[in-house]
Each structure stands twice: as C-alpha cells, then as structure tokens.
C-alpha cells in the first residue's frame, strides 16, 4: 500500500471506508472536517500518519522478552493476527527486536518540550546531556539487585490507545523486588510521575495511529478474542532478560547502556 492511499483510508472523509470499516462516527472522534482524529501520529509523536517511526527520543529502564520464549511467540503471532485484520490500518506494530515490558520510565522528549524535567536536569540543553546525566548518576547508585522477574499475562487492554498485553508479577518476591526498584529510581532520579502508584506493568505489541469511532469496537473485540487463546500455556508467562538502562531514538529499537545490579 502506497503512502498517499494509506493516509486516505486512515483520515479519509466520513463516508468512505478504510479496510472495510466505515470511517463515519461521532464527533469525539473525528474533526471538524469529517477526518479521523490523530493519537500517537503526527507532528511531535511516535509515529506517522503512515505507520512509519518518527525520531522520538528519550532513555527508560526495560527488560526486554527473550526471543526464545512461548511469551515472544504469541505476541509475533498476536501482530500477524492484527496485520489480517480490518483494522490494520489503523495500527503499527512493533518489530520484534524493540518488545520489552517497562520497568521504569525516565525521560523522553516530550517531557523536555513541556517542561517537565525534575530540576537537576532543569538546564540540560538536549536529551544527550539529560541521558549522560542519568547514567552517571545510576552508575554512582546502590540500588538494590533485581534476581529474575518473571510475570504472568492478565490480558489485552482496550485496544482504544495501543495494542498491548497487560502484565503482573507471577509471586509476592517478584511483585516486591519490581516496586523497590521502581521507589529507589523515582527517589534516585527525582522523578515522580503522576500514575506512579497505578502503574500497571505492560509489553506493547503495537500503537493506534488515530482515535477509534464506535463502528471499530466489534471489530476490536474479535481481535481480542482471537489472540486470548495464543497467550495460554508456556507463553501464559514470562521470565524477561535482565533490566537495564536503554536509550532510544525512536520506537523501532532500545539499545541497552548499563545493567542494573542482579541478585
């Protein structure tokens, strides 16, 4: 599919069609002009109208998924089963090297365009500097060693922002071993994110480019059923590669900088 003929079927007018989903809906999800109304696409986000990955820079703490786990599989098997369906369009999955479940999240872009910095990076100038600045202070810390941290699939939220498998610790030494990390960082960094103590643990398969109408939600909902079934047995767990640093310039990769400390 050509770029031009994707960007018509994702903000085409209100009577046409994309993938075979009438493009009308109510006006919360759509403009004035009739169009589907952007989410994680266009100028200062993610991704493109297309589907393509924009620079969006930042750093974070992420355990990435063993590609030899059944977890692994499923979700590459999750992304084919969105990829056939009639809401393709409307969504970009990750490639496989980038899936990983989210630790803690440090700094990206959009915190430094708001403003939002903590003040101890208040006058980096850009996100190089706010990343040098972070990793010196991690490799000064004494944070407490992480042992293996395994998780067990609670299931898809919404697909209504992203297309993500939700995730819980599979035991209490696992569940307490995460939220110490997660205190020590924030109090370390001097970061404290509103949603800090609802955090819910996630690995993102992929994102939804524009706002759903209420015409997309049946087909939203087959989805789910049909990759519920692929997430049972082995890949109804996961034990993840150990945490580390990452820095990332885009979504299509997060190459790891320093490990934290393993029990």
Known sequence: MTA???RSMLL????????GLALAGPAEATGSDGKREPLNAGPGK???LDGNAQRFRGNTVVCPVPQDSAFFHAEKQAQEIMKRSSL?????????NSMHMTVFDVVAQDAVVNKQLPPWLADCRDMTEIS????ARLQKSHLTPLGPITMKVKGFRPFDANFTMD????DDTTFNMLWTTRRELRDLLDIRAANFDTYQFHSTIGYRLVKPLPSDVPAMEKIAA???????GAAATVTLEPAAFNLFDDMLAFPQVWLLPRA
């Open 88 to 96: 393709a369009d409307q969504y970009v999955c990750l490639p496989h």
């Open 46 to 48: 993610k991704w493109d």
């Open 132 to 135: 040098q600045r972070v990793l």
């Open 167 to 170: 995730l819980a610790p599979a």
């Open 12 to 19: 085409g007018a209100a009577g046409a069609t994309a993938a």
């Open 4 to 6: 031009i003929n994707r």
């Open 226 to 232: 049909d990759m519920a079934g692929l997430f049972t």
